[in-house]
């Protein structure tokens, strides 16, 4: 079976723990390649975990004839490059989120992309849960009536993570909003199909030029009249995340629905004469969401087709976290 072969670009603690095991499992991907600032660590990473070349620039491995495709795991700041770069040398790119730092940024990886003739896909892996997917099922069918409001949390202890450049706001782009925000915004515009059309936000501390905030709350507005909430924080004693959709008939929750590789449970409250009238859970089993986005990456590949999370939805993506970093 033939395999894309993979040089990953920024390879840290999140690319040695997630993305290079994630590679390494897909059937139809090979990981081939890493890249970090110093050559002496990227070869004796490389050595470590069996991955044949190493290399100490994003230009070295991207020109390199045995690589396909690249893996952006870099700082946000970089994202921008690490395509522009890849897709002059005719490579294919994977790029985590958030795609960029600004919504400009972001369109103009895509036109390179685009007159460079290579597929682009950003890494929003929760909307490939087969979660998100029940909970689609589940709206399209009528089931808890019109959507009336989409509620998400998503917290952690940002003390404990290695990656401190997400308090640089030169480095990072913007605090919890672009870290893990970002996933509850792109997990509600793809259950509801429907895009933004009013931001507005409270930002606690205020992001300054050289810092990011920790915590923000935003409410949106979709064009279709949807009103939506999203809270996150990096201040938080352990990790939470949930949605909650509520419909004229019922509500839909989840907890952890940004999870992998666990079976997450889906409750569904029926509502009549105003009581509670049914009460339902239903478990989903929920495969390593990071192993899927690169399968289904390599399989567009190979096949030449769309690829599921085209840069554009990046690009959407990155409209409403400007907006949402000017506060209110």
Request: glycine fraction near 6%; hydrophobic fraction near 45%; include cysteine.
């Amino acid at each position: 079976m033939k395999k894309i072969r993979y040089g990953i670009l920024g390879f840290g603690n999140f690319a040695e723990r997630t993305i290079a095991p994630a590679i390494q499992a897909s059937p139809n991907s090979e990981l081939v390649a890493l890249q970090k600032r110093s050559r002496a660590a990227a070869e004796e990473k490389a050595r470590a975990l069996h991955i044949p070349l190493a290399f100490d620039s994003v230009e070295s491995l991207v020109n390199h004839a045995d690589i396909d495709a690249v893996f952006s795991t870099s700082a946000v700041v970089q994202h921008a490059r690490d395509v522009i770069t890849a897709a002059q040398a005719g490579k294919h790119v994977l790029v985590e989120k958030p795609m960029g730092m600004t919504a400009e940024e972001t369109m103009r990886m895509i036109e390179v992309c685009r007159s460079n003739h290579v597929k682009l896909m950003v890494g929003q892996m929760v909307r490939l849960s087969p979660l998100i997917a029940r909970m689609k099922e589940i709206l399209r069918s009528g089931l808890i009536g019109n959507v009336v409001f989409v509620r998400t949390e998503y917290m952690y202890d940002a003390r404990l993570s290695l990656r401190r450049w997400m308090w640089d706001r030169t480095t990072a782009g913007g605090g919890a909003s672009f870290d893990i925000g970002i996933h509850c915004l792109d997990t509600i515009r793809s259950l509801l199909d429907d895009e933004v059309v009013s931001v507005k936000s409270q930002l606690a501390p205020f992001p300054t030029e050289a810092t990011t905030e920790q915590t923000s709350l935003v409410a949106l507005k979709f064009s279709q009249g949807t009103p939506a909430s999203i809270y996150c924080s990096f201040v938080c004693s352990y990790r939470r995340s949930i949605i909650e959709v509520i419909g004229q008939e019922g509500v839909l929750s989840a907890e952890n629905f940004t999870m992998s590789n666990q079976t997450l449970p889906l409750k569904i409250i029926l509502g009549k004469i105003g009581a509670i009238a049914e009460t339902r859970e239903e478990s989903i089993v929920v495969p390593n969401l990071y192993e899927k986005e690169v399968t289904l990456f390599s399989e567009a590949l190979l096949n030449n087709t769309a690829v599921p999370i085209p840069g554009e939805e990046g690009w959407k993506n990155q409209l409403v976290l400007d907006e949402v970093l000017k506060g209110t």
